[in-house]
Nanobody, 126 residues
Framework: QVQLVESGGGLVQAGRSLRLSCAASGRTFGNHAMAWFRQPPGKEREFVGAIKWNGDTTFYASSVKGRFTISRDNDKNTVALQMNRLKPEDTAVYYC???????????????????WGRGNQVTVSL
């Protein structure tokens, strides 16, 4: 198991930027793909983006592609989500997650992830 702790959320105006971080401890962080999911108020949790175990590739939901960027530092056991040009519809609780399989590319399906952070609120105002 790995313990994940998100930080960096808060309130921001539309059009501005925010950076979320996720610190990991426990199992070998660098062997597992990582992802960010979010849960908007009153809605189901949804995929945001994922990064391969070694950081070589990333992929994103269409709603955030071109605005959000995921990066990771396997030496520091951290993964980050840089969010630019934020919109009110980006308002959600954001979660980082670690994929169950080792050395994978990542997945958009939440059932593939067995370790989750507690979530961090991001609110985007007009």
């Amino acid at each position: 198991q790995v313990q994940l702790v998100e930080s960096g959320g808060g309130l921001v105006q539309a059009g501005r930027s925010l950076r979320l971080s996720c610190a990991a401890s426990g199992r070998t962080f660098g062997n597992h793909a990582m992802a960010w999911f979010r849960q908007p108020p009153g809605k189901e949790r949804e995929f945001v983006g994922a990064i391969k175990w070694n950081g070589d590739t990333t992929f994103y939901a269409s709603s955030v592609k071109g605005r959000f960027t995921i990066s990771r530092d396997n030496d520091k056991n951290t993964v980050a989500l840089q969010m630019n040009r934020l919109k009110p519809e980006d308002t959600a609780v954001y979660y980082c997650a670690s994929e169950r399989r080792e050395e994978s590319d990542g997945s958009s399906f939440d059932e593939e992830y067995d370790c989750w952070g507690r979530g961090n609120q991001v609110t985007v105002s007009l």
